[in-house]
């Protein structure tokens, strides 16, 4: 079996415990030790950037890491990467900062990377890159006379065309995904909004099930949903809580726990979740003094200005809320800047009552997953989800709400805190029953099998050969 090399922003480092990681890293992690290969990523580190590339090799997998220089950090990482890419491709055009430097160094970048790479590639390795950061690397490695089967997969939203359109280099990025052999995306809608996007800028020919030619490219589009591992969650929610949390655990007997964990990001619409709190305690006051909302948000990307402005409005808004409605001996709201670790993470879903996760927009959206996966079978707790996260496709039995109408969500947690246990149960078991077909493993072997299906590239025959062996698509 070829090797497979996996290419993505930041590695997770092979020491990194694998009970800390989730979602990218252990559905990778596992396809490596399928089929051996390398992980080729960012180190993390900023600064000389000239040093050769680190590597540590555990088993059949190879780790190869580099640093990234200041100016390359700043405009492909923080400037095109996360403050142009994310916030376009999570419809937030008002916060793209768009700057022609940036998008020269996001595209040096990738040259630079694929420069690093090609000599560690072997000719019948199978390459799977990983998310928005890296949309034009397929291209600048075939430029480099690369032939290998390259597979790319998108973790965030594709928009719709209108948005897309409106980044400046939209044409070039479109064109040199078509570079890659298979793309794949989350949901059936992103996959339809990228060839929507193609169709608006040049003629894209359907040629075989799931597969296309644009710019006289030949490739494949499939829906690859991203899961969990619902019974490692499960192992690690149902074990015996530390002494601290059992002691709170006790304290809060009687009070009914709202609970959500995201990164502090705009996207997760933590303000109009705040605002929703708000309108459920002011529209149901029978729920004073016995419910709490717990939101744990640890910073992330905190040298961008809109994660700080976020930072500063949750903190006014948490304390604003607070003072309205608290009592002494209640507190509504406890909004946690922090990062915790994970274990401890699935032990307090066990014990909320709700999950609460409304995304404004999201590619997937694991902790949905994760919160159902942590439920007690018997007594499970219900998720009021967001109907734009990615898992509100699969998950149709959660409660879905319109993140932005605070009165929709404040009735579905009202719902959701007076749901009988035969309806909690009957809607856990469904989803239970889609995130066990659909968990992590699925995600990359499906992933992988359509990879390796791609007819290798030969010079002068490309299309031909991939046109004949393709077969269904998930
Ligand atoms: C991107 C896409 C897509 C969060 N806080 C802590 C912590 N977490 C963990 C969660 C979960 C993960 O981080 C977050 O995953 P999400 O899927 O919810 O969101 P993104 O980070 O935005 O991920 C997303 C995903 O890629 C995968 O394709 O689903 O749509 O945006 O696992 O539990 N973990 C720990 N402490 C924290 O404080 N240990």
Redesign the pocket.
């Known amino acids: 079996m070829s090797r497979l090399v996996v290419v993505s922003n930041r590695i997770a480092q092979p020491d990194d415990k694998q009970t800390?990681a989730?979602?990218?890293a252990v559905g990778v992690l596992g396809a490596l030790k399928n089929a051996g290969g390398l992980w080729f990523g960012w180190s993390g580190e900023v600064g000389n950037a000239g040093e050769p590339l680190k590597t540590v090799t555990r088993g059949n997998i190879t780790w190869a890491s580099f640093n990234l220089s200041e100016d390359d950090y700043e405009q492909y990482y923080s400037q095109f990467s996360n403050a142009v890419l994310w916030p376009a491709f999570h419809y937030r055009l008002d916060l793209v900062n768009f700057q022609r430097e940036a998008w020269e160094g996001y595209c040096r970048v990738n040259a630079l990377l694929a420069d690093k790479l090609l000599p560690l590639i072997e000719p019948d390795d199978i390459l799977w890159i990983h998310?928005y950061h890296l949309l034009p690397f397929a291209a600048e490695l075939r430029k480099r006379g690369c032939m290998n089967r390259i597979g790319f997969?998108l973790?965030?939203?594709f928009p719709s065309p209108e948005i897309f359109n409106s980044l400046p280099p939209h044409a070039e990025l479109l064109e040199q995904l078509c570079d890659y052999d298979l793309l794949g995306f989350?949901t059936g809608s992103d996959k339809q909004a990228f060839l929507d996007a193609v169709a608006t800028h040049t003629r894209l020919d359907s040629v075989a099930d799931g597969c296309w030619q644009a710019w006289g490219k030949s490739f494949r589009a499939g829906v690859y949903p991203?899961g969990?591992e619902p019974q490692e969650i499960r192992r690690q929610a149902e074990g015996p809580l530390p002494p601290r949390m059992a002691q709170i655990k006790e304290e809060l007997r009687n009070i009914n726990n709202i609970f959500s964990?995201?990164?502090l990001?705009y996207?997760?619409g933590l303000p109009e979740r705040f605002l929703a709190f708000e309108t459920l305690l002011e529209k149901y006051p029978e729920h004073h003094g016995k419910i709490r909302y717990t939101q744990?948000?640890?910073t992330?990307r905190g040298e961008v200005q809109a994660y700080q402005d976020i930072r500063h409005q949750l903190e006014t808004e948490a304390g604003r809320i607070n003072g309205k409605f608290g009592q002494l001996g209640w507190t509504p709201l406890y909004y946690l800047n922090?990062?915790?670790?994970?274990k401890?993470?699935m032990k307090v879903f066990r014990y909320a009552e709700v999950g609460l996760?409304t995304?404004l927009r999201?590619?997937?959206?694991?902790?949905?997953?994760?919160y159902l996966a942590a439920q007690d079978p018997a007594n499970p707790g219900v998720l009021v989800l967001s109907q734009f996260?990615?898992?509100a496709h699969e998950l149709t039995s959660a409660l879905l709400v319109n993140p932005y109408d605070r009165d929709e969500v404040a009735d579905a947690l009202h719902r959701a805190l007076k749901m009988p246990l035969a309806e909690r149960i009957s809607r856990h078991s469904d989803s239970m029953e889609v995130l066990t077909r659909n968990d992590i493993d699925s995600w990359q072997q499906n992933f992988i099998r359509d990879l390796r299906q791609v007819a290798q590239r030969s010079a002068g025959s490309i299309m031909q050969k991939k046109v004949v062996t393709f077969p269904k698509l998930a």
């Open positions: 800390s989730g979602g990218l998310d997969f973790h965030i939203p989350q991203i969990i964990v995201e990164r990001d996207s997760k744990i948000a640890p992330s922090q990062h915790f670790d994970r401890i993470l996760v995304p999201d590619g997937m959206n694991l902790v949905a997953k994760e996260a990615g898992a």
